[in-house]
Each structure stands twice: as C-alpha cells, then as structure tokens.
Nanobody
Framework: QEAVVESGGGSVQPGGSLRLSCIIS????????MAWFRQAPGKEREGVAA???????TYADSVKGRFTVSQDNAKNTLYLQMNSLQPEDTAMYYC?????????????????????WGQGTQVTVSS
C-alpha cells in the first residue's frame, strides 16, 4: 500500500523557519520527481518546490531564496526548509510523488503530473 506522509508543520511568527518532511513508502514504481504544494483557504493548490531524481530543483517565484527542497533517497524522504516565513505562506502543505519520465521545468509545479499525494501538514504564520 502506497503511503505519503508529511510532518513538521506548525505555527511560527513572521520571519521564522520550519522544516517539513515527507516519507514515502510502498511505491513500487520508479519515482522521477517529488514536490511540495500548498493550498490556502479559498485558493487553488499551487506548486511550491519540486525536485527530480537527479536533484534538479524548481521553485515558485514566491518562495525563491527562502525555501529549499531536498531529498534523502536512502530514507525515501523529501524535505522543505522554509525560512523568512511570511503570513502569505500560511497554508496546508502537501507532498506529491510523480512517475513520468518526461516532466521537466515548470511542469514540475503542476498538480496534474503527480500520482500520489499526502494528507497535508498545516503551516500557520502569524504574529
């Protein structure tokens, strides 16, 4: 049974940091890329950061320079280090796993190219 489980969310003040983790298991296909998405109340789910199996990263413009995506293949874990958090970063953050070998660049931030999703972890930034 496939499982994608996020953790690390919480409440922080503006300017603070959080590190999200995502552990994947039970996926018996080759994983070509993984990503973090977020969805705020009343808004569409948006791609935040993605990373391919060869460690090439893609970021949304809104998080460039503040967020860093990384992976530990030995632990089947995806990370998102979030620094300089702002109230507009408040959202449910989701981890996603993609299986297609042709997806590159900005396509990596599109929900349609992902097959497996986690249940999300809440990030709240407020003073």
């Amino acid at each position: 049974q496939e499982a994608v489980v996020e953790s690390g969310g919480g409440s922080v003040q503006p300017g603070g940091s959080l590190r999200l983790s995502c552990i994947i298991s039970g996926i018996h296909y080759r994983v070509y890329y993984m990503a973090w998405f977020r969805q705020a109340p009343g808004k569409e789910r948006e791609g935040v950061a993605a990373i391919t199996s060869d460690a090439s990263a893609t970021y949304a413009d809104s998080v460039k320079g503040r967020f860093t995506v990384s992976q530990d293949n030995a632990k089947n874990t995806l990370y998102l280090q979030m620094n300089s958090l702002q109230p507009e970063d408040t959202a449910m953050y989701y981890c996603a796993v993609g299986l297609s070998d042709w997806v590159k660049g900005k396509l990596l931030l599109q929900t349609a190219v992902y097959t497996f999703w986690g249940q999300g972890t809440q990030v709240t930034v407020s003073s």
